[in-house]
């Protein structure tokens, strides 16, 4: 039994810089590893569509004769999935979290046809 | 006969804490926000903060379970400020103990009057509080009056020796209620800064809006006029160091209450009693003897 | 006697983080009976089974408990690979348990500061959770992920640590156990802690086992009993022994938690020795068949997996008994007669998982 | 100028969540990231809060308890949906106790992706939200003064 036992720590950090990072003002590098959102290179896609039948939240939608790489941000859970199918490895995942919104709306990429 | 100018003098502190108390109580509230966070390692909020919170609450609808409600938290306010006045004014001691214990009351009446499990144990639990430190108020003022002969506090103000010489075990049981008094750990059992307990809010739980705002403008006279009380054990070295011990004594409540859990009632009211039994009752019977 | 009363306590209440509702019958402040009614967090999620192959589920089975996210991967995975009669390579295994007791330190860390919450002890509160999001750095960098680990497959797991980078984790580690050694005497000795925890919510060695409770709760009654003692992963060729405290009440599954910590601190730096060289994941190839009872050593318990394969891509029965579950009727004997007070702190103790619990 | 931007006050619950975001959420209040920087306190209390931040798919059981609780809160006040779960179901969209999103249920105003959504992805969603708010209280103050005219 003793009393005030937690009173060096509350001192020692009463005294001495706080832990808080300063977020909005102050931002952290991401690690290499960080799953953020799904990033697509457009120009490599072949629409092959595997990732959309791999993606276990139907996020991703693929419009093969439009050229058209669809991905719902709102829906991706960031499992990485698509980006173990991805036979082109165009499919990649970026370290930046993708944002708040305040409307749900669909990312998409399209593929320029000079490029084929 | 009393003279103008003591008259005077009396509406001109009265007053005086009508207007600075709540600047003073708010500043002192964003002041142990932050320190707060510093001790748990936080930036913590700007010092304002206590105040943008009170007029946020101000701005926001109010939805109330009980017409009475309101009318408790106002008569709570009121009797708040009219203590604070009576005690700054220089007025009677014993007086200003039972006009806080009948602010106290109608907090509990508004708290009982919604109905809701939380607030009416809560409001249970700020009975308890009450009667847990009642005794150890009571002390101070009997044993303020053995030293100076006056329940008043303009006589005890210009009492030439320093009263905590007299009374230093009064004063370590007076820091001990001033725990339970300020809402803070191990004793914040009715309410919480935080909603982490049991009992949600606990008295505060069905106050919203305007009326919770009404609350937090209470506490603030509220914790002025305590610190008031340490004042006056002080007094005599002056105003600045009179002063400088009261902000110590809120800086030490706040250290407790970041150092301690938080209690059960039944714990509370034999703990404070046995402080008020022995610190109070040993030291008024060691003045009382020397006499 | 005095009046009954029922108090709500949940679903929503800012003691419990998840939705478990509870009816406290009370008499005064003394708790006369604790009626728990659950499915707030039910999704039926067992059920994807049908519509997502063995290999999808994974991510289900993560995502079954966001706080032991990487075991219930692991569970899952171990499971199917034992119907696809898989052998694991060792390199994995060892990365499976430092995953593993990563998430038991935070998982762990993240109790203690709930647990302190729970009986008002804020800046206790505060101080755990600093230490725990150095651990979730740890997490982030290896696994990607703060929470959702996303590191476990059947074969083996996603990706490596390099040697280099287990090594200076093992460092960082070191600074983090210094850290988490300064708040250990607060929960163990501080007067006001001990007043809370000490012969609060008793639940004698008979009661344990008769009720069926699992992990730490079985192991603060004086029973020893750890899956992790199975050996699977890493765990049989590591030095280490089961946490057992013998007064059961609130104080000794603290306690438990607490030495728990440390002793994973120390499994992880065994595992960071002797990992060896190799791949991380074998090629999978066929259905699961058969059926299996993968066990593992959650934080919080014993997790069993019931998994039953018939040869097609989707599993034909996917079942779980989480530990909460089985800590549920212990928690209502331990509720009767306690005060109001003590009621989060009872709660709290068996370290309920809501969302494993009813998935 | 309102005061409301200056103290948010959250609310949060749990509808049928994995924890992931629920840990995140608290994450938030403590030492690293420490959203009392901005006046938000978490009040675990409705009838305080400001914010509801609401994390999960939302089952069955819960959609009462969610309508319940944003009755209480009084205006004006925001709802922030946290979790790939909240906004759209996320992996259990085709389980069959999920509604599959908060705004099924009650009107949301900030979406905030992520799985688990990331202390600074909420930090973020919160000051979204508190534009929202301050619209809200504008169009609140304008609300009587009309009726009365």
Redesign the interface.
Known sequence: MAHLTISKIITRSAVSKYATRLYPFVKREPYKNTRGHIANEINLCIFCSLCQKKCPTHAITVKKPDKIWEIDRMKCIQCGACVDACPKKCLSMDQQYSAPSPVKSIESFHQEASTL | MMDTKNLLEQLLWGGGYLLLAPLAGGLLAGFDRILTARMQSRKGPPVLQPFYDVFKLLEKRGTVVNGFQNFYMICFLIFVMLTGVLFFSGGDLLLTIFALTVAGVFLVLGAYSTNSPYSTIGAERELLQMMAYEPMLLIVAIGMYLVTCSFQVRDIITFSAPIVYSLPAVFIGFIFILTIKFRKSPFDLSSSHHGHQEIVKGISTEFSGPTLALFEIAHWYENILLLGFVYLFFAAFGPVVAVVSSIVAYIIEIFIDNAYARLTWRFTVRASWTVAATFGVVNILVIALLK | MGTRTIIPFGPQHPVLPEPIHLDLVLEDEKVVDALPSIGYVHRGLERLAEVKDYNELVYVAERICGICSFIHGQGYCQGVETLLNVEVPPRAKYLRTIWAELSRIHSHLLWLGLFADSFGFESLFMHCWRVREKIVDIIEETAGGRVIFGSCKVGGVRRDISNDTLKRIRGELAAIESQYNELKPTFLKDASVNRRTVGVGMLSREQAIALGAVGPTLRGSGVAQDMRKLGYAAYKELQWEPVVETAGDCYARTVVRVREVTMSFDIIRQAIEKIPAGPIAVKITGNPTGEFFSRLEQPRGEVVYYLKGNNTKNLERFRIRTPTFANSPPLVIMLKGCELPDVPVIVLTIDPCISCTER | M???K??PWI?????????????????CL?????I????I????????A?VFLIT??V?E??IP?IKR?YE?M???KVV?AVG?CA??G?????????KGGIDKVIPV????????A????I???V??GLG?LEKK?AA?KNKPSKTAA
């Open positions: 309102s005061f409301l200056k103290s609310l949060h619950y749990d509808g049928s969540s994995c924890n992931g975001c629920d840990i995140e959420v608290l994450a403590t030492p690293l990231y420490d009392e920087r901005f006046g306190i978490n009040t675990g209390n409705p009838k305080h400001d999960g798919s089952n059981q819960n308890i609780l209480q009084p205006d004006p922030v790939i906004t759209s996320g992996i259990f969209q085709e389980c069959y106790n999920v105003d900030v979406y905030v992706p992520g799985c688990a990331r202390p600074e992805a930090i973020d969603g000051v979204q929202v209280y609140l």
